[in-house]
């Protein structure tokens, strides 16, 4: 067999060959969408990387970004690791210390930065260590006001730079291509590495029909940002196999999400649960289009069965549940139904579509409790390893490694249990679980039971400390706009009651305004736990 190296510049130069003519429609403000051919996208991507390589960035230097999801960023997640440098995907919703800490950990030598995320990187200018450059992504024809420096217009930059730049054609193909923090409920963020292999893999499992099925046919939208795991592999995948690409840019809203469905006649899009909870009330409230969507992927958190119900009854829309971690490039796990299960009722189905799914080719999985390996019967819960072809194997420059990658599997952090099938269901996050009188509780479980009901939009459990049961339940509850104030604790409790034991049911559910998210979308446990400490007196 030939020894090819699995690279990312057979990506673009496969789009700039077969595709030059498809489309990448970029959103990077209310009033400015552009529309781009990969051949257009191909020669700006060249211009970046001989830019790039005129400021310095040599082999193996890391390039941070700090972007929506937009053309300029797309051109960023080729023109950096084709050059043979790293791409560093930055999360700017994180705290300064934290963005700090990333871009001097990284050693990022520049930013390339979107307009609006300007301020942001201003306010922590004199504690970046590294930065040389920074790179500021806008639509204006001058360079905008910054105290930044040096400081360059990407377009301006782009007019100076060679279109016809060669790729890297000697690149390793386990030479880091990217890197991303994680977004660190507690301590430091965690960097992970990927290779130009693992992306390359991963990107041909994104294209496997019992995954995502990406194709040429297709009109990918994610929701998911490109700063997050790389958009979950969809760029890259995208890219190579041709599809027309929709970036929303800044600002998203499930009306917008939408009205681009309808529009652009998106085929294929993915997002956390919150996201569809949002576009769903959008869909009861008004009328859109789309007939045009064949798959609608949720992951990052656990669907409620209710959400999954109404996509595909109501609304024809097929919801598939993925999941996945930072660790893992991100693509682990798929549900979609064998097709031995299509006689099963439709209740039977939804059971099987709540699920997180089974591990994707290339990827093997098991759970493990304190005895050891747990059994594979859907009843047993333990955490879950992981192992396989796009699966980190270290944290960056990071001691914490020997806690999480040990005798070649990744310790996710998630309890869950598999069934014979080897559909893997997430109890929690071990973190996430509530210990009670020596039982364990799944926040999930209560979750997904109460945003089943028709009055809650939104709904979180936490852990709360008990003076005489360790821990105890309570939910925190965000009522649908037509249910405040006509819906009780003792409502959804009664409606509670005949899917849980007793001792499941959360001692108290608070009603509030809005839930606290983290910047990714997941509802941000912590700041509950948080604020309801104390929550339960010694007398309950």
């Given at each position: 067999?030939?020894n ?7 990506m ?15 959103r990077?403000?209310?009033s400015?969408?552009?529309r ?9 991507t060249r211009?970046?990387s ?45 705290s ?5 800490y990333?871009?001097?950990h ?39 006001e ?118 652009e ?18 869909l ?22 209710g ?5 595909r ?26 097709s ?144 405040r ?9 009664s ?17 509030l ?16 736990r ?11």
């Open positions: 067999m030939m090819t190296q699995l690279t990312l510049t057979q673009i130069e496969r789009a700039e060959r077969y595709f030059p003519k498809k489309e990448v429609v970029s990077t403000s209310p400015k969408i552009h781009l051919t990969y051949a257009q996208i191909g020669k700006r211009s970046l001989s830019v790039l390589e005129k400021l310095g960035v040599k082999r193996g230097d890391r390039v941070g970004t700090l972007a929506w999801n937009q053309h300029r960023h797309l051109e960023a997640y080729f023109a950096v690791p084709c050059m043979g440098a790293v791409l560093h995907t930055i999360n700017m919703r994180l300064d210390d934290h963005l700090v990333i871009i001097n990284a050693e990022d030598k520049v930013l390339l930065i979107d307009e609006d995320i300007v301020p942001i990187i201003e306010k922590v200018k004199d504690q970046l260590s590294t930065v040389t450059a920074f790179i500021i992504m806008t639509d204006k024809e001058t360079l905008p910054t105290s930044l420096e040096p400081a360059y217009s990407y377009e301006a930059l782009l007019v100076t730079g060679d279109e016809n730049y060669p790729f890297c054609n000697d690149i390793d193909e386990n030479e880091p291509a990217g890197m991303c923090y994680t977004s660190a409920t507690t301590g430091k963020p965690k960097g992970v590495v990927y290779s130009h292999r693992g992306i390359v893999l991963h990107s041909l499992a994104l294209g496997l029909a019992d995954t995502k099925g990406i194709s040429e046919s297709d009109v990918n939208m994610p929701i998911v940002p490109m700063f997050h795991v790389n958009a979950w592999g969809i760029p890259f995948a995208s890219t190579w196999f041709g599809s027309k690409q929709v970036l929303l840019g800044p600002n998203v809203t499930p009306k917008l999400i939408c009205e681009f469905i309808e529009s006649k998106v085929t294929a899009t993915a997002g956390v649960p919150t996201i569809w909870i949002g576009v769903l009330k959008e009861e409230e008004n009328t859109y289009d789309m007939s045009s969507l064949r798959l609608m992927i949720c992951g990052g958190a656990a669907a409620p069965k959400l999954i119900k109404q996509y009854e109501k609304y024809g829309i097929p919801f598939v549940h993925a999941y996945g971690l930072t660790e893992t490039t991100p693509l682990l796990t798929v549900s979609k139904l064998k031995g299960q299509s006689d099963l009722t439709e209740e039977e189905q939804l059971e099987i579509r709540a699920k997180q799914g089974m591990a994707v080719p290339g990827l093997e999985v098991k759970i493990i409790n304190e005895k050891g390996e747990a059994a594979h019967d859907g009843k047993e819960i333990g955490e879950l390893l992981v192992r396989g072809l796009w699966i980190a194997d270290s944290y960056y420059k990071d001691d914490r490694s020997k806690e999480s990658f040990r005798d070649g599997w990744f310790y996710t952090g998630d309890i869950a249990a598999i069934d014979e099938e080897g559909y893997i269901k997430l109890v929690d996050r071990t973190k996430d679980l509530i210990k009670s009188g020596g039982e364990w509780i799944s926040s999930v479980d209560l979750e997904n039971a109460l945003m089943a009901h028709e009055a809650v939009f939104e709904a979180a459990v936490v852990a709360v400390p008990h003076p005489k049961w360790q821990e105890r339940p309570v939910a925190c509850v965000v009522l649908k706009d037509s249910y104030n006509a819906v009780t604790k003792d409502d959804l409790l409606y509670l009651k005949p899917q849980f034991a007793k001792w499941w049911l959360p001692d108290d559910m608070i009603f305004e809005e839930l606290p998210k983290t910047s990714v979308g997941k509802f941000l446990k912590r700041e509950l948080e604020q309801l400490k104390g929550h339960l007196k010694p007398s309950v």
